[in-house]
């Protein structure tokens, strides 16, 4: 154990050994730790005292250098690259833990018996830091510290039954401190108990007279008592002096106390629903709140101060952290989550799987159990359906605080909170604080500001708590004024000027390591570096004490913020920034060959750099590893990169084909067009195009459950490309897929077509499961006609079958899409919504944002069947701004169906001329028949005599009954009776049926 003695000559010993502390500069860097007490002491702080406020530029590597040569002489025996424990690290600075003199003399004086109170006095052995008296830090500390004497030595006299001691203890403190009347007091006491009257009343004499003499003052009344007591000889009128002492000044040396909690300041409103929340979740169903708010608002600390008061209150806590670089196993962040609850190892499995072995760990929790994942918006795909998993199962005592910023959330994460809308109970924004929790958080880092200052800081910083704390820190430097003008709109100027306090080599190691990611393994960082561990370890050490790092491991330090990594990457010049991103490769190829994801990472970003073919092999590696475990989007983003840089055509067509594919699975089913499309080209150019031309047409194999394209154009190329494979002489698989390919291209143009090359697909197609998934799938849509529909739930058992088989949760989505519509058409709407929740529930995220669609469009027409249009429009509206917003195809039109049956319904159909006309311009006769029945209902029926199209066959979809009887409204609106009649006898079959519910989007709220 480190001892340190600061009540006399400064001295250290290391288990009884004394301590060479080295030069004078560094014996004052102790005893400035010293005398904080184990209490950290900020750098800049430390920089100020010890150069006597003029710091050199260098001030800071001297600082270090100083702390690594203390650190080896008390810690001898630490081993490399092991945390030190005396003279240790802390966000901001240092702080020394030892045993101090100073403190034992303290709780010696506060125990107060007459031993106790020897032993503190024996403590003392000279001036308090006398080789210090000179420095302006000390002189604080040393008037601390004597008054602490002064204190031991009167509440030890007032203790003391021997008078003959008390004289002797007092009579050089009285000539030490002749103006203190508490000890003269006792003294004078001692004097009259030891049979000396005179000199008694010569004590109480002479300090009246120093008292008028220098200050112009009578003694206290006290001291008049005592003196007329001694002239009485009445010793019973003595007053009782026994343990009456000076108060000691507070023992906390900075400048502004801190206050409690300093990290949640003005965040009580915010707090104060979650525990609402909490506390209805504790004895009932599991629900879901989401913190929201820009980088540095506090969303972090405010899960974890929820944490800690529910830990107080008994509940279990867990956390996961969503990876702000790519380069994480999928669902990192439940990963951690299932770590926190007792299992070893990643989840594994699929999503299924993955989410009942959370819920079996959750069923075997003691409850109520908080889980928090942080930064939901750098989730990926299988984090995102694990929540709807583990959320949708509303486990009883179970609540999920999720934190984003508002502004970097996906499309994808979008969908997921909307299909769990049901189980959000709270939605909190955090904005920023206000001018009096903003002094306060100030103050929290030992800077005093009046409420002007406050204000000014509040208005440039927005209130953000980090940008707060960051003029806070780089004022305590540079000056309030200079601080609060390097804050126009953001932090990043505040971080580099902090940053650039750094000495020259460590703030290069720093921006180094910020290429490595907010989280930095030190052994990646020492081998980055060429093996030189103690430039590394400097830096991470100055890093640590500036508040720009936190110590996270045994061998690891995170950036404290995503915006402090951020800064110092931005800050390397772009081409520099490529090559340590090839440096950076070349370790992990060596360290880590088997972390894809990273190696693809920084292959990407060192591009050509780091030569073509090797980054787009780690790419392309990665991207089948994303594939595998279900994440398609990323590796789609992995492939769009390796396609930037291949070269060799026959490369570049494998490398499009598969990101065709990974689009059209992870949803993205226009761009996967679009890749096939150009894929097909450039297989048209090889020299053996068949193989090519194969794997081009078919490579869109992604579930379907949305239209690909904008009124469903027919795709020639792609019907010319497999028309000709078709000729040739194909194994069954190939020919199957094919098949399916081009049903899915017929539709709904040409539905005989599509019909027929589903059953020749069905008929050749071997007993391969993802296979038979495609086909089914097109099947799916080749039903999507009036006369077929009865076909549909058996399609969909079918699906769900081979999909359980396959293993593919997006075919099983098509599956139950399927046993919906067939619902729909038996309007049996209550087992349509039971269906429609299921695939909700199952949907992974490729199919995510197409089944909330269908699924809130569903709604929809529910309450026009309940007779409730204000809120089918509002969803109807809502669905089309949300689906058009992710890119979905005819979601204007899909709208715009839902308000014709709601116009209609109420008799104003008219109201939608305007908008019927711009989508006509787009659609041209797909539309016709509503655009003519808005202009009969307005009155307008020349217009819609120019507009109708009676002798255009309507297509036989799903709209084929919707359109056809506005088709004979307007025939006998219009005169027409051969037109209304023929559209009565094409009804005939659907005599009583909703027209248009078998859609399960819209109905006229009619009989046929």
């Known amino acids: 154990m480190l001892e340190v003695r600061l009540l006399g000559a400064l001295t250290a010993s290391l288990d009884g050994r004394p301590v060479d502390l080295g030069s004078a500069q560094r014996r004052a860097l102790v005893a400035r730790l010293a005398v904080a007490e184990g209490e950290v002491v900020p750098v800049d702080r430390l920089v100020d005292d010890l150069w006597d406020g003029e710091p050199p530029p260098r001030a800071l590597a001297g600082l270090q250098a100083h702390v690594s040569h203390l650190r080896r002489a008390l810690e001898p025996d630490r081993a490399p690259r092991t945390p030190a424990t005396v003279l240790v690290s802390a966000a901001g600075g240092y702080a020394l833990h030892a045993d101090l003199d100073t403190v034992r003399a303290r709780d010696l004086r506060r125990a107060g018996t007459p031993a106790d109170l020897r032993t503190a006095l024996a403590l003392f052995t000279g001036p308090p830091l006398a080789e210090f008296a000179d420095a302006v830090w000390a002189a604080p500390e040393v008037e601390r510290l004597s008054e602490l004497r002064r204190a031991v030595v009167e509440t030890l006299a007032a203790a003391e039954d021997d008078p003959a001691v008390v004289v002797d203890l007092l009579t050089p403190h009285v000539r030490a401190e002749p103006l203190r009347e508490e000890p003269v007091r006792l003294l004078a006491r001692a004097l009259y108990r030891s049979g000396r009257q005179a000199d008694a009343l010569a004590a109480i004499a002479a300090l009246r007279r120093r008292l008028d003499d220098e200050l112009g003052l009578d003694p206290s009344p006290t001291t008049a008592d005592l003196e007329a007591a001694i002239l009485r000889h009445d010793v019973g009128d003595l007053p009782d002096l026994r343990g009456r002492t000076s108060p000691l000044p507070p023992d906390d040396g900075n400048d502004v106390p801190p206050p409690e909690e300093s990290g949640l300041l003005g965040r009580d409103r915010e707090t104060a629903r979650l525990l609402a929340v909490a506390d209805g979740v504790a004895d009932g169903p599991g629900l879901v709140a989401l913190v929201t708010g820009e980088a540095g608002a506090g969303k972090s600390v405010l899960a974890e101060q929820l944490a800690d008061t529910l830990a107080a209150r008994g509940w279990r806590t867990v956390r996961g952290r969503c990876p702000e670089v ?19 190892g990643p989840l594994g499995g699929d999503t299924f799987h993955a989410g009942q072995a959370l819920l079996d760990l959750v069923a075997r929790t003691p409850r109520p159990l908080l889980v928090v994942l942080d930064d939901l918006h750098r989730g990926d795909e299988e984090t995102w359906r694990l929540l709807r998993v583990v959320a949708s199962a509303r ?21 997921t909170l909307a299909a769990l809308a049901a189980v959000v109970a709270e939605r909190i924004e955090l904005t920023g604080l206000d001018p009096e929790a903003v002094a306060a958080l100030v103050a929290a880092e030992h800077l005093a500001v009046d409420d002007d200052v406050a204000r000014r800081i509040a208005a440039r910083t927005g209130g953000n708590p980090l940008f707060v704390r960051e003029v806070a820190r780089l004022a305590r430097t540079v000056g309030l004024e200079a601080a609060g003008r390097t804050v126009p709109s953001g932090v990043r100027d505040v971080l580099s000027r902090r940053a650039a306090q750094l000495p020259a080599p460590a703030l290069t190691t720093l921006r180094r390591a910020a290429v490595l990611g907010r989280d930095v393994d030190v052994s990646v960082l020492v081998a980055l570096e060429g093996d030189d561990e103690d430039r590394v370890l400097e830096a991470c050490e100055a890093g640590v004490v500036t508040g720009l790092l936190v110590e996270s491991g045994p061998d690891a330090v995170r950036f404290t913020h995503d915006l402090v990594r951020e800064t110092l990457y931005d800050e390397l010049p772009r081409l520099r920034r490529a090559r340590v991103h090839a440096e950076v490769l070349t370790v992990l190829e060596a360290q880590h060959p088997d972390d894809l994801a990273a190696l693809a990472r920084h292959a990407l970003a060192a591009g050509p750099v780091a030569g073509r073919d090797r980054v787009v092999d780690h790419a392309e590696r990665a991207a089948a590893a994303a594939r595998r475990d279900r994440v398609p989007r990323t590796a789609a983003e992995l492939l769009v990169g390796a396609l930037e840089l291949a070269t060799d055509p026959a490369h570049r067509l494998r490398l499009r084909c598969a990101l065709a594919s990974a689009l059209s699975h992870a949803g993205a089913g226009a761009p996967a067009v679009r890749e096939r499309s150009l894929a097909l080209t450039e297989a048209a150019a090889l020299p053996d195009d068949r193989s090519a031309l194969l794997a081009a ?22 019907l010319d490309a497999v028309a000709r494979l078709l000729e040739q002489d194909l194994p069954a698989a190939d020919r199957a897929r094919l098949l399916a390919t081009r049903a899915f291209a017929w539709h709904p143009r040409e539905p005989e077509l599509a019909v027929a090359d589903v059953d020749a697909a069905l008929a050749v197609a071997p007993e391969d499961p993802a296979l038979r998934c495609v086909v089914l799938n097109a099947r799916f849509w080749s039903l999507l006609q009036p006369e077929l529909w009865d076909g549909l739930d058996e399609l969909g058992v079918d699906l769900l079958a081979e999909a359980e088989r396959a293993g593919s949760l997006g075919h099983r989505v098509v599956g139950h899409h399927a046993r919906f519509l067939h619902a729909c058409h038996r ?7 039971a269906h429609a929740d299921t695939a909700l529930a199952e949907a992974p995220d490729g199919q995510l944002a197409a089944t909330v669609g269908w699924t809130t469009i569903f709604g929809a027409l529910e309450a026009v069947l309940d007779g409730r249009y204000d809120e089918a429009e509002r969803l109807y509206v809502g669905f089309g701004e949300a689906m058009g917003a992710q890119g979905l195809a005819n979601a204007s039109a899909l709208t715009l169906a839902g308000l ?13 001329v305007a908008p019927l006309a711009a989508e006509y311009a787009a659609r041209g006769d797909i539309v016709a028949e509503p655009y003519a029945a808005a202009l009969v209902a307005a009155g307008r029926l020349d217009e819609a005599r120019r507009v109708w199209r009676p002798d255009v066959p309507i297509r036989r979809d799903w709209w084929w009954v919707y359109w056809t009887v506005l088709r004979r409204e307007v025939a006998a609106a219009l005169g027409d009776a051969a037109v209304a009649e023929t559209c009565r006898r094409d009804l005939e079959p659907w005599r009583g049926h909703l027209a248009g519910a078998m859609s399960g989007t819209a109905t006229l709220v009619l009989r046929v």
């Open 827 to 833: 309007e049996d709407f209550v087992a349509a919504r």
């Open 900 to 912: 014709i049956g709601i116009r209609h319904a109420q008799g104003r159909l008219g109201e939608l």
């Open 326 to 344: 790519d380069g994480a196993p999928p669902a990192w962040a439940w990963t951690e989550v299932g770590a926190g609850l007792g299992h070893g």
């Open 697 to 718: 047409a078919t490579c869109v194999d992604g579930p379907v459950t949305f239209a690909l394209t904008e009124n469903a154009t027919l795709d020639r190329p792609l």
């Open 395 to 415: 486990v009883e005592g179970v609540l999920i605080v999720g934190t984003a910023r508002p502004d970097e959330v996906p499309d994808e994460l979008v969908a």
